[in-house]
């Protein structure tokens, strides 16, 4: 099944199929990869995966009512079954009179470079298995450190066709891994871990995987808590890429705006935030873990200047909800699984560089809370946000003093872009998202002492 | 099925020391979702393969197939057993499954009323009805959605040792959300019933009422208190008790977490863990609760497990693996989401269970502090024993007595330090909290629980 005419003729049979039946419309999503799992406890292998994941989502609309049907089982019955779910759920449904009709985009598909490497297809369980106990030397900062992890190489197909036309086709390659490490000093715990990923074996750093995670971890060691106050606080910029990502993800989402739930409903050329907020979404970024030439349902991305100098340039969207908000379909549709219906998100965000040195950002906060990998969100979804400080060090005269524990920040999402003080001149790059340290003025901190 | 993979297990030869087992897991499931008066999604899910695990001098290798054919699955097994061959060559340490452990047998969810019988009117009828009840109550009401869920799992599973068992599972489940919006302020409203079983869990549920019920209360959120910040006494509820005793508590007492050495109650068996008041079960074998089973996914029996007794801990939740470690019995808590996944130690039905005091006996007893309601989940560090849970309400406690509404709020705490800070435990234990764990990529359905517990010392993220 892994071949691309087999793919192909698989979800033409399905169009064929479901228009048969008597759909209006058909649209078939189908994917199929392999992944090679290495898993690691307490420093050494534990277990070797091997496995293929394949799957076929139907989305099928008969007189504006929608069905959908997936499956995992790729025999004729199966497929078959899953048509005819989906053109019985459409049946049986009410219409959605929102609805307009699947996308069509008879563009041509740009090539992203940088997003197939024959090179992690032809690693060796073996070449990978070194590889990954180099990146374990790295996290040994301790003999007693314990070291826990998780490594994937993998590669995966996708196609989508649909009765409207769309006939797009993608693949691409992956690896990504990370390294847990934990050091005890008695009742003393110091616990941390890093990540990479990329589509490209070469650009994939296991060393600093291991180095970063056994670093930080004897850096958590010692941890104290402090006082509730109100204090400034500096992100490192896994930390800024995670508070803001999630924000601005969830606050221009066309669906939520339509819902009248977007943080940011009816603020296009309003101000959202502090002058300083510049991001761009971009999905050609070459070699980018989320770049993708198009969306998750044929149409071709886009590249959109999302916020510039504090200032809603647009919403993203796609072929539902784009005529609902009055915006053209930006290509931003995206789909959880093959079984899921899309909504837009979006690819790699670029959170444009400030000018000051991220030395003198830390040199010159008097008092205040370092927050390394650990974004300020919220589980609720809400825009008030009540989170735990995971890995935050308290900082006293441009020094870090000690990492924290049992901490928290209260805040909002528009508290936190309104007070962005400063982003670093440095940025970094993990394949396509990019961000700068920042700075953000006073927000509330519950501390546990 | 079932005569197939024993052909397969039977044909592969490998030293009696090492393990081997085969399982075939098939789901399929069926989920509609009603929002803001139009259907957002209506849709079935069908998945289904074969899941081979070989543990070969000390490594696991792990292959699945979605053919069923004795050939295929034969290629499979073969792999698996030559990759983990390779693993042993890196690893340092033993690993192995008891010889003694062998179950077979048949178990299954017991369906009153199949839903899989019941037409997909009265099922749309049912979150159409809650959807339109909380939509048209206010126009302050942004969002308003009622999801309906079931589905239906088989696992066929064979190991060298002798285990042959089959299992069905049930389970169903119904579900209402209302974000109510004014300006910036918004306040969500989650909650949903349902279990192991059939229609019959569903019958109950009254559309109009829940969805006034959940549109009523995002009203009032949105004129609530802001919430405090600092450390303080807090009254948690049936259901933030059940994330407690789950995430922060019952995460850290998977035996799988405890031979990574990524747990805080590693080496505490017998060990004092909270006050003596505290007594922590997780039972699976509880009727039509989520986190029921009668078989977990390695075939092993499920029974009550005994966490923690008059605050002493007792036992872990233990894999094959895991039991013959730490030379503990295994306890059926070897739980895969499907056939692409390996069983991890996994919970069913965690609670603490009841103590003697009245809600208002508690509050009286906490003075000054809040009284936390209902859980959107949350995560925890079992590492560093650190939690987190986002609540959606509480109310402020003043005097002793039960005062003014909060709006949702986030709460952080140390896992050791909230059992042995435990002041009063409520009278009778509620299974409230209906949640999908999720574990290594995994999400199964499980269901947490307890009374309500007054603790003293928990932070709470409150923007004031």
């Known amino acids: 099944m892994s071949t691309e005419m087999n793919l192909h003729e698989l979800a033409e049979k399905v169009i064929k199929l479901g228009l048969s039946l008597g759909a209006d419309q058909v649209e078939a999503y189908t994917i199929f990869g392999a992944a090679r799992n290495v ?20 989305r099928i609309i008969k007189d504006k009512a929608i069905g959908m049907a997936s499956t995992t089982i790729f025999s004729h019955e199966s497929i078959e079954k899953t048509v005819k779910d989906a053109y019985s759920l459409a049946k049986v449904s009410p219409p959605d009179k929102n609805f307009n009709s699947l996308p069509e985009d008879n563009r041509s598909t740009p090539e992203i470079k940088g997003c197939f490497d024959q090179n992690i297809i032809d690693l060796s369980v073996e070449g990978f298995t070194e590889m990954i106990l180099e990146g374990v030397q790295e996290a040994q900062v301790r003999e007693d450190a314990i070291i826990g992890g998780s490594f994937t190489a993998g590669n995966g197909e996708r196609f989508i066709i649909s009765s409207q036309g769309i006939d797009r086709f993608s693949k691409q390659t992956s ?20 990540f990479d990923s990329s589509k490209v074996l070469a650009d994939f750093d296991h060393l600093i995987v291991g180095k970063e995670a056994g670093d930080r971890a004897l850096k958590m060691l010692g941890s104290q808590k402090i006082e509730t106050a109100t204090l400034p606080i500096l992100l490192d910029p896994d930390s800024c ?78 072929s539902y909800t784009a005529p609902l908000v009055g915006l053209d379909n930006t290509g931003h549709a995206s789909r959880g699984s093959f079984a899921s219906r899309p909504t837009p998100s979006t690819y790699s965000l670029d959170i444009k560089a400030g000018e000051t040195a991220k030395d003198t950002l830390l040199e010159d906060l008097k008092e205040g809370i370092l927050l390394i990998g650990s974004s300020i969100i919220d589980m609720s979804g809400n825009p008030q946000i009540s989170a735990q400080i995971n890995q935050g060090f308290y900082v006293k005269d441009g020094e870090v003093q000690y990492p924290v524990k049992n901490a928290m920040i209260g805040t909002t999402v528009f508290e936190v872009f309104e007070k962005i003080e400063d982003f670093s001149k440095e940025q970094q790059n993990r394949h396509g998202h990019k961000s700068p340290w920042m700075l953000l003025s006073t927000l509330q901190v519950s501390g546990g002492k | 099925m079932l005569d197939t993979i024993e052909k397969v297990i039977n044909k592969i030869s490998i030293p009696s020391k090492d393990f081997l087992d ?87 969810t017991k369906l009153e009323i199949d839903p899989r019988e019941i037409d997909k009117e009265t099922k749309f009828e049912k979150i159409i009805q809650t959807e339109k009840a909380a939509r048209e109550f206010s126009d302050r009401i942004a969002e308003t959605s009622s999801t309906y869920r079931e589905s239906h799992s088989k696992e066929f599973i064979i190991n060298n040792k002798g285990t042959k068992v089959e299992n069905e599972n049930h389970v169903v489940r119904i579900m209402k959300n209302v974000i109510a919006r004014e300006g910036t302020e918004m306040q969500s409203v989650f909650d949903s019933i349902g ?20 549109a009523e209360m995002g009203l009032k959120l949105l004129s609530a208190r802001k919430p405090p910040s600092g450390r303080m006494n807090v009254i948690m509820d049936p259901s933030l008790t059940g994330v407690f005793v789950h995430e922060a508590f019952g995460h850290a007492c998977e035996a799988d977490a405890v031979i ?40 092993t029996k499920a029974r009550k497990r005994i966490l923690v007794e008059k605050g002493v801990l007792k036992e872990y939740f233990h894999t094959l693996e895991t039991a013959t470690a730490l030379d503990m019995d ?36 906490t003075k000054e502090g809040v009284y936390l309601k209902n859980s959107y989940g949350g995560y925890v560090m079992p590492a560093k024993g650190q939690f987190y849970f986002s609540c959606q309400l509480g109310y402020f406690i003043e005097n002793g007595e039960i005062t003014d509404l909060i709006g949702n709020v986030g709460m952080s705490g140390m896992t050791l330090e909230v059992f042995q800070n435990t002041y009063a435990v409520g009278k009778k234990w509620k299974p409230e909290f209906l949640g ?10 499980v269901t947490a629980g307890g009374p309500d517990l007054g603790v003293s010392d928990i932070v709470i993220g409150g923007s004031q």
């Not at chain 1, 690896?175 to 050091?183: A, N």
């Not at chain 1, 669906?255 to 940011?264: D, G, I, K, W």
């Not at chain 2, 192991?196 to 559309?207: H, R, T």
Request: net charge negative; glycine share 12%.
């Open chain 1, 39 to 58: 898993q690691l406890e307490r420093g050494a292998i534990r277990k070797f995966t091997d496995v293929a994941n394949s799957g076929l989502g139907v």
């Open chain 1, 175 to 194: 690896i990504t891994g990370y390294l847990s490490v934990k050091i005890q000093d008695g009742e003393d715990i110091g616990n941390a871990y890093y």
């Open chain 1, 241 to 318: 890429m995670g508070t803001i990502s999630p924000i601005i993800s969830s606050g221009i989402n066309a669906f939520s705006v339509f819902n009248r739930t977007a943080y940011f409903v009816d603020k296009i050329g309003d101000v959202i935030a502090s002058d300083k907020l510049t991001i761009t979404d971009d999905p050609f970024y070459p070699g980018g873990v989320d770049s993708s030439a198009f969306d998750d349902e044929g149409v071709i991305s886009q590249k959109l200047n999302l916020v510039k100098d504090g200032i809603l340039n647009t919403y993203i969207t796609d």
């Open chain 2, 22 to 108: 085969i399982r075939y897991a098939y789901a399929m499931g069926e989920s509609f979702t009603v929002r803001n008066g139009r259907f957002d999604s209506v849709s079935n899910q069908t998945t289904g393969g074969v899941a081979i695990r070989a543990l070969i001098d000390n490594a696991w290798g792990f292959t699945t197939i979605v053919n069923t054919d004795e050939g295929s699955i034969q290629k499979a097994a073969e792999k698996a057993i030559r990759i983990a061959k390779i693993g042993s060559k890196f690893t340092k340490q033993e690993r192995k499954i008891n010889d003694d452990w062998v179950f077979e047998g048949k178990g299954g």
């Open chain 2, 195 to 214: 279990g192991a079983g059939g229609w019959e869990l569903i019958q109950k549920w009254e559309p109009e009422k829940e969805g006034l019920k959940a």
């Open chain 2, 260 to 299: 990574a050495k990524q747990s805080v109650l590693e080496g505490k068996i017998n060990n004092k863990v909270g006050v003596e008041e505290i007594n922590v079960y997780d039972d699976p074998t509880l009727p039509r609760l989520r986190g029921s089973f009668d078989y977990d996914s390695e075939g």
């Open chain 2, 330 to 365: 295994p306890n059926g808590s070897g739980r895969a989401m499907n056939f692409n996944f390996t069983p991890l130690a996994r919970m069913g039905n965690t609670y603490v269970d009841s103590g003697d005091k009245s809600l208002e006996e508690i509050a009286e007893h």
């Open chain 2, 436 to 445: 999908t764990c999720g574990k290594q990529g995994q999400g199964i359905p």
